[in-house]
């Protein structure tokens, strides 16, 4: 099981998502088995922010001073999942996803939430064989997700 503890700093998320927890929490139950941990409790937070604030945590944690659409910050290298388990954290920039068509926000939203949760789970890109796999478990939890909402 999942849990996610949703914080907004950002006003205009309430114009794309009315029930911002509800959302993500649907997006979850939706993942593949693999990613459901049934019979385990694994949780990370995620802060909805915009570009000014995700700007200022990039420059203090990774010395980029520059927006970007998400940033994860896993708790672990390696994410051993056991009974009880932290994750990490997430940011998305409100600002990033709406330049997107507005019939597209809620999907380039999944697929940034996907990105973000696999980084907490121990996926990375910075080698190109690393990339390909983390692109190739990206595309099959989306395809579940999308698959099942319509």
């Known amino acids: ?5 949703v914080f907004s700093e950002e006003k205009a998320w309430s114009k794309k998502l009315r029930n911002k927890e509800f959302f993500f929490r649907q997006i979850c139950r939706l993942f593949p088995r693999k990613y459901k941990f049934i019979n385990k409790k694994v949780s990370f937070s995620l802060l909805l922010s915009n570009n000014l604030n995700i700007k200022k945590l990039n420059k203090s944690f990774r010395s980029k001073n520059k927006a ?4 994860s910050f896993p ?5 051993k999942i056991l009974k009880n388990t932290y994750i990490g954290d997430i940011i998305i920039s ?5 330049k997107s068509k507005p019939k597209s926000f809620k999907k380039e939203l999944i697929k940034i939430f996907i990105h973000g949760f696999l980084h907490l789970l121990g996926f990375n890109h910075v080698k190109n064989n690393d990339y390909k796999k983390m692109l190739k478990e990206e595309e099959q ?5 999308i698959s099942k909402l319509n």
């Open 141 to 145: 939890i989306y395809k579940s997700v």
């Open 94 to 98: 409100y600002d990033y996803i709406n």
């Open 1 to 5: 099981m999942i849990k996610i503890n």
């Open 75 to 79: 708790c672990y290298k390696k994410t």
């Open 68 to 71: 970007t659409d998400i940033l």
